[in-house]
């Protein structure tokens, strides 16, 4: 039989008292408690009676103001009158500028409120402090100096005409109902004087809460319940004690009264596991395990909590969770900023924030493929969104308007109208495209079969902000442009959540660790135990000074971590078996250390600690390298290639990877041309390829002349932007990376041009035989029941001097040892080294074969990052080290070369040799 829950104990002292529990208000740190409070009340009475007011303290506190609290954003734009009132035009933050240090002022006037310090005298004292620091006596104060010492000045008239403001309208934050409370409590107090208040659960009071609930007591209206371990009590600075130690030596009421209560729930046998776990996505994974164990002997999980510090563990620990789990509970709202609505806003805000007449492609790409604007461009059973897609990669298109948009699809007009017209940077016009935007998506869904309840629900509530955005704007009309609008919707997505529906009293409970105030559990999982998130550590977000907030008893970061060390210890207080994780790794902020509150656990000898590190099992794979084995279809396949005729780069690729090799010529897969956004280098070697041909093709059977290249020269520059334009379409060749490699086109044609006449100077004669040449043969002595075709293009066919020469342009680096040949047995297989050389050999044994060529010739590549080398020789070599080399190709040469061909050619005929992998 497990320990009995606080809730439990302190129902049962008043049952034993006599006390009528219909009449008194039960007032506890969360709505949450109250509920359990509720069911702890109906299991623990054996007679009927009514239910009694169980109220939060913060909905005791409103009640007692008599304002309403307002969200943090409302506050922001009430604020932004007041300080637009207070403030000359010159010196006028815009909102989004405002917006950055009025959260942080926001936030002191709160706790300045909720402490009840008087506020002319903290606000006095800092404005004096900057006056200080910034040379008070110093007479040539500069202008910003004067407007910074200003700001602090002015800090006082901002908070009292805040305050007015707010008032005024019955509304306020946390810190001033507080503020306003006390001010009420006695006329409360009159009109209230036989009610009975019962306070339970309570640990970091600030000083309202602390003088509301004394003054209660006092008049005998109040009684307290605290839950605090002896253990950490009567330790002399166990920081789980800080505040409850303090209010029992501190408060009147105690040195008269009992205080109730502390026990010994703590020094309880417990099992304690710690784990070490790598990454987020380890812990959740763990969790699912741990829960599955714990199913064995508690099925349903009863007084079972998961207990996250760390929120975006949340989708990742539900995808965890053993399937046959029948009863789960989720406290924590799931995030609205984690949800695919808010990504499609977030790429709507960021083009239309940058530009709205021309839009960026990948901006474009995403926001049609975004899962919730794909099936709005399903029209009459057409995907104009593919469509779309496919006209900008075809056309290169990397900026586009709607405009163009529409014209690519005429039929999806109104659509891209919503996403992408009208917005202006005028804010009204930006709401309007988003409620339209809701509405398509809305009808979309009543209209399809797919059943889309959740989508539907994250629609109303994305439709409920934008309701709250137009609603703010309208009344206060602070919002000027569409980045304002931005930093707005920010700030109201960071704190909106979606609710999730359970059995908040049965079975798992998921929570967050404040919300897992006054409840206790048998089984206790806690993750993300790790230094910067439990406890959360040191933050500045404040203009107080450390010392003004010591010298005011404001709360500092000491008081902070040891209200999260209170709730790690009150989980513990009463479980039996505790499982807390943490991440071993160093993520960005968190740097993988574990928490104090580990190793405080770990020193303390009350418990057994059993210590873990966990890794997930790697298995260790051997990479298997893909085989194709050739079936009769691929052979089929094969020789349907081979009779239209292998190309030389086909079959290099062959030897590269038979594998590719495979994929292309059999599978015919390619890959998917992206829009070219920087002109890729293959676009470039096309350019400089076609510009060659169309110079040098009028001068088929001609001799070069000094006078005709100087003549080709001056056309340099109209022919390049005219090829580009061929293969780049609409890319910007204006700008940037573009501009650089069209300059580096012009310039490798340029230095092309400029060898030739180099050459013709030196009195060499250069006749031109052709370029661009098709060259074909039927493959001889295969000893296949079929003809295999070799076939390609070769750059140029020349005379020099009167030797044939085959010259085939690189754009790439290329030297002279990848184009000498030593052992003609290491030509199939070594692609590295031997490619070059079996290209140019294969156009050599192409033309030859066609009695297009008369032996012997010289063949070659001619690099355009190389050219200093100049024209680069394929060579036979007698050894690797040797220097002798045979630059003329031969019957002879090409014989040899054809004996690798034949076995190339057979090896890829020979059905038991399989396509195999090679690593590349």
């Given amino acids: 039989m497990g320990t009995n829950t606080f809730l439990f104990d302190v129902l049962k002292d008043l049952q034993d008292q006599d006390v009528n529990l219909s009449e008194i208000t039960f007032i506890l740190p969360s709505k949450r408690a109250g509920l359990f409070l509720k069911h702890e009340i109906a299991a623990s009475t054996t007679k009927t009676l009514f239910s009694p007011e169980i109220l939060s303290i913060e909905e005791f506190v409103e009640q007692l103001s008599g304002l309403h609290s307002k969200s943090n954003t409302t506050l922001l734009f009430e604020f932004y009158s007041v300080y637009e009132s207070l403030t000359d035009k010159k010196h006028l933050d815009s909102f989004e500028a405002f917006s950055k240090w009025a959260q942080i002022l926001l936030q002191d006037f709160n706790e300045i409120d909720r402490y009840v310090i008087p506020q002319e005298q903290i606000f006095d004292y800092l404005s004096a402090i900057q006056d200080l620091k910034h040379w008070s006596l110093d007479p040539n104060k500069t202008d910003f100096v004067k407007n910074y010492l200003a700001f602090w000045n002015k800090l006082h008239k901002y908070y009292e005409a805040f305050v007015k403001a707010l008032k005024g309208k019955n509304i306020g934050y946390q810190g001033l109902l507080y503020r306003e409370a006390l001010k009420h409590l006695k006329k409360y107090m009159d009109q209230n004087s036989g009610k009975q208040h019962v306070f339970l659960g309570f640990n970091a009071l600030n000083t309202a809460e602390q003088d509301i609930i004394q003054v209660l007591l006092a008049q005998n209206m109040a009684r307290i319940y605290w839950d605090i371990d002896t253990a950490f009590l009567e330790h002399p600075n166990h920081d789980a004690a800080l505040f409850i130690k303090g209010y029992q030596s501190n408060w009147s009421y105690f040195k008269k009264h009992p205080f109730q209560w502390s026990h010994n729930h703590y020094s309880n046998q417990k099992d304690i596991q710690i784990y070490g776990i ?74 239309h924030k940058q530009n709205s007449e021309r839009f960026y492609y990948q901006d474009i790409h995403a926001l049609l493929t975004h899962q919730f604007v794909r099936p709005l461009f399903y029209i009459d059973e057409t995907d104009y969104a593919s469509l779309i897609i496919e006209a900008i990669h075809g056309n290169n298109i990397t900026y586009l308007s709607a405009k163009r948009l529409k014209s690519i699809a005429p039929e999806a007009s109104e659509i891209i109208s919503v996403l992408l017209s009208g917005w202006q940077n005028a804010v009204k016009n930006a709401l309007d495209r988003c409620f339209e935007l809701i509405q398509l998506i809305k009808h979309h869904f009543d209209t399809s079969k797919e059943k889309a309840l959740l989508s539907l629900e994250y629609l109303y509530r994305f439709n409920t902000l934008f309701n709250e955005l137009a609603h703010l704007n309208k009344s206060f009309n602070h919002i000027k442009d569409i980045k304002t609008l931005h930093s707005v919707f920010k700030e109201l997505l960071s704190t909106e959540t979606l609710d999730f529906q359970g059995e908040p009293l049965e079975g798992l409970q998921i929570m967050g660790m404040l919300e897992s105030r006054v409840l206790d559990f048998d089984t206790v999982i806690i993750a993300s135990v790790n230094e910067g998130i439990l406890p959360a550590g040191k933050s500045n977000n404040s203009f107080i000074p450390f010392d003004v907030k010591l010298e005011n008893k404001l709360p500092t970061y000491k008081e902070k971590d040891a209200v999260y060390t209170y709730h790690f210890y009150h989980l513990l207080q009463r479980a039996r078996h505790i499982h807390i994780l943490y991440n071993t790794e160093a993520d960005v902020l968190t740097g993988g250390e574990k928490s104090r509150f580990i190793t405080q656990l770990e020193f303390d000898e009350t418990h057994q600690i059993k210590e873990h590190l966990v890794m997930p099992p790697v298995p260790v794979t051997k990479r298997k390298l893909n085989e194709i084995v050739k079936t009769p279809g691929v052979l089929e396949e094969l020789k349907r290639v081979g009779q239209k005729g292998f190309s030389p780069s086909s079959l290099t690729n062959y030897i590269r990877n038979p594998i590719d090799f495979y994929y292309q010529k059999v599978l015919h897969v390619n890959e998917f041309d992206m829009v070219e956004e920087h002109i890729a280098a293959n676009t470039l070697g096309t350019v400089v390829h076609n510009t060659l041909e169309d110079f040098y093709r009028p001068l088929k059977g001609s001799f070069l002349t000094e006078d005709l290249l100087k003549n080709l020269k001056s056309k340099i520059e109209t022919q390049v932007v005219f090829h580009f334009n061929e293969i780049y379409k609409e890319g910007d060749l204006s700008r940037g990376k573009n501009l650089i490699i069209f300059e580096i086109a012009k310039r490798y044609v340029s230095n092309f041009l400029n060898a030739e006449l180099k050459e013709i100077k030196a009195g060499n004669t250069i006749k031109i035989i052709d370029v661009e040449a098709d060259a074909s043969t039927i493959l001889k002595n295969l000893d296949l029941p079929f003809e295999v075709t070799m076939k390609g293009k070769v750059d140029r066919i020349d005379e020099c001097n009167g030797l044939t020469r085959i010259i085939d342009y690189k754009t790439g680096a290329v030297n002279q040892n990848e184009v000498d040949v030593v052992n003609w047995e290491d030509m199939p297989t070594d692609y590295k080294k031997y490619s070059k050389s079996f290209q140019v050999l294969s156009y050599a044994y192409m033309l030859a074969e066609s009695n297009r060529i008369n032996l012997p010739v010289e063949a070659g590549i001619i690099s355009f990052k190389n050219l200093s080398s100049g024209f680069l020789k394929f060579g036979k070599k007698e050894s690797q080290y040797g220097r002798k080399k045979d630059h003329l190709i031969t019957a002879e040469t090409l014989s040899d070369f054809a004996e690798v061909l034949k076995q190339l050619i057979l090896e890829i005929y020979n059905p038991d040799i399989p396509f195999t992998e090679k690593e590349v």
Avoid: R
Avoid at 312 to 337: C, D
Avoid at 338 to 350: T, V, W
């Fill in 278 to 351: 790598p990454k987020n996505i380890g812990q959740a994974k763990h969790i699912g395990a741990l829960l599955q164990e714990l199913q064995k002997t508690n099925p349903k999980l009863e007084k079972t909590a998961v207990v996250l510090g760390d929120e975006n563990l949340l989708i990742p620990v539900l995808n965890s969770l053993p399937k046959n789990l029948t009863a789960l509970n989720i406290t924590m709202g799931f995030p609205l900023s984690s949800i695919p609505l808010a990504h499609l806003f977030e790429l709507l805000f960021k083009i």
